[in-house]
């Protein structure tokens, strides 16, 4: 009996788990390297848009996920002062898209991913470096500690400074700062009863939104410095430059410890890669696009990247050819909106609300506009029927 083809996967986040899942659906034999002690995912929540639930259908756990999340879209756009710019519901998105967009803590779609995979697939504490891309006359060889592994594929997602891209495009600039720093928490809110919202103020946002199990995830992002921090903790930061803001913002800071928040820069691709694959080893998710986070696309984007890879696993070429011009597009429009949303000087965040505000009277929210042509993606092969399925169909 002809073995089955073996695929690597360098990276146990979002991106390789769903990769990992979708070859294996395919009857590929995969193993996936995760240099961490666990699968612990960092980030606190992840919004999945359609297009990644799609994805997911694939996969065959999308109506699984809807269940679990929490739909978004009920709420809008508000000033820091309180004052609503737009407003939106969630069965507006659903209609505008065929689907909901959705919430959940990230901790759960990785579970769920990697429950998709037979025992002993993934590997933790495993750190893995490629030793050799492969052609079509050898394979690809991955070195971990002091043993290689050939595989017939390999899978890079190890995350927005990937050594895999590094070695395969050696002359391509990486990642940049973006100009902002992100806080994240997920925690109870004792008490907490609002709508989702995200509030923009000069070169600072809040977005506080309640999850399915009774938590409450909030984000904030600022202009700051590159490696900049806190001389306290961040708690105190985020009171310092959000405190006065407009309920629930005040009663979600009493509710953090400083323990909860967790700080990162934004860094991002700015130039686009020639290829997202070479030789025999295929870049998935941040390692080939990492973008802001301002269309929380990012998981989405690679959740995509992983079922399309999987139909193309035999011509990696196809599979640049099919996600190079998608993620530089839903890249660039993350950036513009970056721009957008971190504008400092008075007079431009004046015509931005104004503008928002004005466009919100004569059609859709304005975030949802953003999601035209990205959340109504659908995969290169037919989803799973059920019950998601037939609730898109009823949505469109």
Known sequence: MARSARALVIGGGIGGLAAAAALH????????????????????????????LRALDVLGIGEEIRDLAAWQGDGGLRTPGGRWLSRSSAEAAAARFG??????ARATLVDR????????????AAAATLADPGDSRRPARVRTGAQEREADLVVAADGINSHVRTALFPLHPGAVYAGFTTWRVLIQVPGARFASHETWGRGRIWG???????????????VAPAGERAPDDEKAELLRRFGDWHEPVPAVLAAIRPEDVLRHDVHHLATPLPAHHLGRVALLGDAAHAMPPTLGQGGNQAVEDAVVLAHHADDLAAYSAARLPRTTAVARQAVRVARLTMARTPAVVAVRDTAIAALSTLGPALFLRGFDGIADWRPPYAAQEGHGGRRERENT
Do not use: C, F, M, Q
Request: net charge positive.
């Open 25 to 52: 659906r395919r009857a590929w034999d995969v193993t996936v390297l995760e240099r961490a002690p666990s699968l612990e995912p960092a980030g606190a929540a992840i919004s999945l848009a359609p297009n990644a």
């Open 99 to 104: 689907g909901p967009l959705v919430l959940l």
């Open 113 to 124: 991913l990697a429950a998709l995979l037979p025992p002993g697939a993934v590997r933790t």
């Open 208 to 222: 506080t939104h309640p999850l399915k199990d009774g938590r409450v995830y909030a984000y904030a992002a600022a």
